[in-house]
């Protein structure tokens, strides 16, 4: 039987009828079309974001907000920072303290020289700090300028304080003179007494201080320091300045040069309620030390026996244990 071969017949008619091809006039309509939804939408979104961000957001709790602290003059007899405050930054100190107990000769030494000091200078203010838990004032002899450290700074100089006072021996001191003293800002003058017996133990500590204070990149002590107890202080002219700014600690302290005012006329001129002066009239130290050096160097010797740094408000005070390890 012969076979016959099957044949594959093409329909090109109905084969072009079910075709999907385009036309290019409507394909090009159909591009243009959505095109002009996308740019439509990309509009319409920057517009949705920009309402977005410049609407006003409503007020933030008080309740979490830290307020910054507002250095008021009132507050402190008329001194002001000489460092504007910084957030998380914190003053710290480095200084000895003496006790000036209610009875001490020292105490009425010191009260009897404010006393006469007080009839030429009207405006000076008593610098020793009381302490709130026991209400006893306190004289500081400063070891170290301001220092102003971060945070993470904090701990690292109080390991270093905390070595120092292990390292060194306790040891006496004595005051020899009265003398004026000024601040580095020329903002307040200071009446001091100054360090006799133990000036040599109080700038070994200075010095041994100096590298860590170095490591933080903070400002060592005086080359050569004048160790003092300040026990009052009175508000300079601002030649420059009319807000001005002085620094609440006395620890910027170098001798000033002497010469005639009046006092009077200078306290007339004064911006109330904080009267300045020039500086103190030439004959009020030398009149002082004719009056009181003498009791003074008799008064006799106070015991050191420990470090103190103040960090802020928290204050820590380490014992001077003469260790050598």
């Known amino acids: 039987m012969k076979r016959t071969n099957n044949v594959l017949v093409e329909y090109s008619d109905s084969s072009d009828e079910g075709s999907d091809s385009v036309n290019p006039i409507e394909k090009k309509t159909s591009e243009q079309i959505v095109k002009r939804r996308f740019i439509f939408y990309i509009y319409f979104l920057k517009q949705r974001l920009t309402f977005e961000f410049d609407r006003k957001l409503p007020p933030v709790s008080s309740s979490i907000v830290i307020a910054s602290p507002v250095d008021n003059p009132a507050l402190h007899q008329g001194r002001t920072r000489s460092t504007p405050h910084v957030e998380g930054q914190f003053a710290a100190h480095v200084y000895v303290t ?7 000769r020292l105490k009425q030494l010191v009260q009897s020289i404010l006393t006469d000091a007080k009839k030429d200078v009207p405006t000076i203010h008593e610098t020793w700090q009381v302490d709130p838990s026991d209400k006893k004032p306190e004289l500081h002899i400063s070891l170290s300028r301001p220092i102003f450290l971060w945070a993470n700074q904090r701990e690292e100089l109080r390991l270093a304080v905390k070595q120092l006072a292990k390292k060194n021996k306790p040891f006496v001191v004595s005051f020899a003179t009265l003398s004026e003293l000024t601040n580095d800002e020329k903002s307040r003058t200071f009446l001091a007494m100054e360090v006799g017996a133990g000036h040599h133990e109080l700038n070994l500590i200075s010095v041994s201080l100096g590298p860590s204070l170095r490591s933080i990149r903070q400002q060592e002590y005086y080359v050569n320091p ?12 601002r030649a420059n300045d009319n ?44 009149s002082l030390n004719e009056s009181h050096q003498e009791k003074l160097s008799q008064v006799g010797t106070f015991n050191v026996k420990s470090l103190t ?17």
């Open 309 to 325: 740094l103040k960090i802020g408000k928290q204050v820590s005070t380490w014992p001077l244990l003469g260790l050598d390890n």
């Open 243 to 286: 807000s001005g700014s002085s620094a609440i600690s006395d620890s910027f302290c170098t001798a000033v040069n002497d010469t005639e005012v009046n006092l009077t006329s200078d306290i007339d001129q004064a911006t109330p309620p904080f009267h300045t002066i020039p500086h103190f009239p030439k004959s009020l130290v030398p």
């Open 98 to 104: 003496l006790s000036l107990a209610t009875n001490s």
């Open 226 to 237: 004048r160790f003092h107890a300040s026990i009052g202080w009175a508000l300079l002219h």
